[in-house]
């Protein structure tokens, strides 16, 4: 049993430290996407903050928060007399985030580098807190929400983002399908710990929320397509930012990745409209409360 235990601590700490390198060297071409992600993502962001409870003068947590893009939105909404603690595991995504709000001239915003399964702040020490596309990547994403929970005050509101079934994101399907595929790797279960649709299995973060202690949980799904001009700029998106893909191609010689490129080039041409490239995509917003009363 303890070995066990003792397997897994080891395992989840292996994982981290290549999801943190691996972030380390997408930070850059993260960062430099913002504008498009910021028009991808928009209105998918503005429904989380209004679920998680965000308001004026709000202290927020923003876990997983990447180089700010939505850190800089929640820290507009809560104004001067607001906080927003922005976390990440990756030290040079933190050292953009903190760049991008200093520029924006928010001394309201806290940068941290952090696990986002031991966050080390204070016990309910924040009004709301929101995570955007990170928790599918926790290795443990139930102690993620028990750790979300202890630091909301009671009565405290949190929403959470993640992909949705495979069948709804048809791209990231493809691009994971394909980057296996070259790289000689067997298909992986899409619902596998710490991939990019680890939690759009139907039921299944409501179930992580419950379990972690939150009540009134609920799920919503949104579309969320990707406008790009063309195949070619979503592409040049993936191959400076997209962490996973470029994990499973760096692997390959060049030869061999540049093939693995032009399939997906090739099968992506299918979202291809007179108007310029969509991507489909389905995000699942899931909310819940601390419960007041709770220590």
């Given at each position: ?13 292996a ?6 390198a ?5 930070a850059a071409?993260?960062?430099?996407h913002?504008?498009?992600?910021r ?14 409870g ?9 876990v997983?928060a ?20 922005a ?5 040079v ?41 990170g ?7 139930l ?15 949190v929403?959470?983002?993640v ?9 990231l ?6 980057a296996?595929?070259h ?35 609920a799920?919503i799904?949104?579309?969320?397509v ?7 700029h ?31 080039r ?27 009363g709770?220590?």
């Open positions: 049993m303890n070995s066990s235990i003792d397997d897994r601590i080891h395992g989840n700490q994982f981290k430290a290549s999801m943190r691996q972030w380390d060297t997408a071409g993260w960062n430099a913002a504008a498009d992600i028009h991808w993502l928009h209105k998918p962001t503005d429904a989380m903050c209004r679920m998680a965000v308001r004026r003068g709000s202290r927020v947590l923003d997983a990447g180089s700010g893009e939505q850190t800089l939105a929640i820290a507009q909404q809560v104004g001067a007399q607001g906080h927003v603690l976390t990440d595991l990756s030290p995504i933190v050292a953009l985030a903190q760049d991008n709000a200093i520029r924006a001239g928010f001394t309201h915003v806290e940068t941290r580098v952090a696990d986002g399964e031991d966050l080390g702040v204070p016990e309910a020490s924040f009004d709301a807190a929101v995570c955007r596309l928790l599918m990547f926790f290795p443990d994403p102690q993620g929400l028990r750790e979300i929970h202890r630091a909301l005050r009671p009565g405290g509101g929403c959470t983002m992909f949705s079934r495979p069948e709804k994101n048809p791209c399907t493809i691009l994971m399908s394909t296996l595929k790289a000689g790797l067997p298909a992986r279960d899409p619902f596998s710990a710490g991939g990019l649709l680890s939690l759009g299995q139907p039921g299944r973060i409501d179930a992580l929320f419950r379990s972690a202690g939150f009540h009134e949980v799920t799904a949104l579309e969320a990707f406008h790009l001009p063309s195949v070619d979503y592409l040049a998106f993936v191959r400076s930012s997209a962490s996973p893909i470029l994990q499973i191609l760096g692997r390959l010689d060049a030869a061999s990745a540049e093939a693995a490129w032009s399939e997906m090739e099968r992506l041409m299918s979202f291809t409209s007179h108007e310029g490239w969509e991507g489909p995509n389905e995000l699942l917003l899931t909310a819940g409360r601390r419960p007041e709770t220590t």
